[in-house]
């Protein structure tokens, strides 16, 4: 069984609070962490609907018999059990009582906003992390790891990503979406997601993209909206001091899992992925993908960001560790390291005597060296645990 990162950050939370909720996206292992790790909980699948059932007839009185420690999976099932989780827990004034899990976290989020403020931690799952599976990201090549992606199920079945991912996303467009009630032309949504996964790793225009789609602009804003709180994409806000443009400028696109992007291009071997017109942009968002899931499985909140200035000098990930500190990441998909791969590094601004700058260009290749205060690191040292730490600053 593999250990997930998050796990430690559950139990602490468990000791601060009544309540905590896990939510991530569908099939990323929350209910496996839940029934492995928290053993001592009673589990409870709100998905059945004869457990549904009993719950209703009388739901205080299966909270009093339940006990103290109890795991509601798939708890959007019964939105009521919220209310009724916030007057025993409060009654009890005790933490540690309840896990809440869900894949819906549209729904998991206004149930918590309406019931259980301030009474619940809230803590995200994603796929595999690279240090989760460790001697898997060491023993194999970028391309397949950008076409495999790093949902648990392929490694517990050995299961091939193009027999896995097709039915990911008809499972997910049909019960995730379709129950929200907020998209009601399922064709063109699919073919949104598709464009979407199209534009990885590149600033985005909703109107280019609204357009393309055959949708109209507020439309595209709702259903990205929905893709991001369904845990499908995230969005990497430009870097300002002035923290008020982070909100009104552009955003770039990413996607939590390179092989969602892969089966939406149709894309089914590994010598496609990397002579694939977007291996740059794809290998740009397995690397930023990762540095959010180490981020968010530590229950830190990511403070990602990208650089770029008016005329198109771009740094592809900033991280800003604290007011006074950041590091400025360049990611390059080349096997040869060339001084060019720099140049933007060079032309980022450090006229701020109070903020500290540190600099690293992450490539493919096998060098490793430090020039003009830069530091170039290859890709076997950012798969080692202490050198991303170092990075990061995790710990």
Known sequence: MITRTITSRIKNMLQKFPVVSLTGPRQSGKTTLLTTAFSNYKYVNLER????????????GFLNNAGEKVVFDEAQHFPELFSYIQVVSDERGTNGQYILSGSQNFLMSRYISQSLAGRVSIQHLYPFNFDEIDDYVHSTSIPQLILNGFFPRLFNNTMAPTDYYPSYLQTYIERDIGAT??????????????????????????????????????????WLSLLESSFVIFLLPPYYKNFNKRIIKSPKLYFIDTGL????????????????YLFGSLFENLVIAEIFKQYSHCGLRPSLFYWRDSNGVEIDCIIEHSATEISAIEIKAGETFNSFFLKNLKMLPESDKNLTVKKYCLYTGEMT???????????????????????????
């Not at 992007?261 to 694939?276: A, F, G, P, W």
């Not at 530091?375 to 076997?380: D, H, L, P, T």
């Not at 798969?383 to 991303?388: A, L, S």
């Open 49 to 60: 609907f004869d457990v549904r059932e009993i719950l209703q007839n009388d739901p205080i």
């Open 181 to 222: 009630k907020a998209v009601t032309d399922i064709n063109s949504f699919s073919r949104f997601l598709a464009l979407c996964a199209g534009r990885t790793g590149q600033v985005l225009n909703i109107s280019s993209l609204a357009s393309d789609a055959g949708i109209a602009v507020n439309t595209a804003k709702a």
């Open 369 to 395: 060296t430090v020039t003009e205060r830069i530091e170039v690191i290859n890709w076997k040292a950012f798969c080692n645990k202490e050198k991303r730490d170092l990075i990061l600053q995790t710990q």
């Open 261 to 276: 992007v892969m089966s939406l291009l149709k894309v089914n071997r590994i010598e496609d992925v990397y002579t694939h």
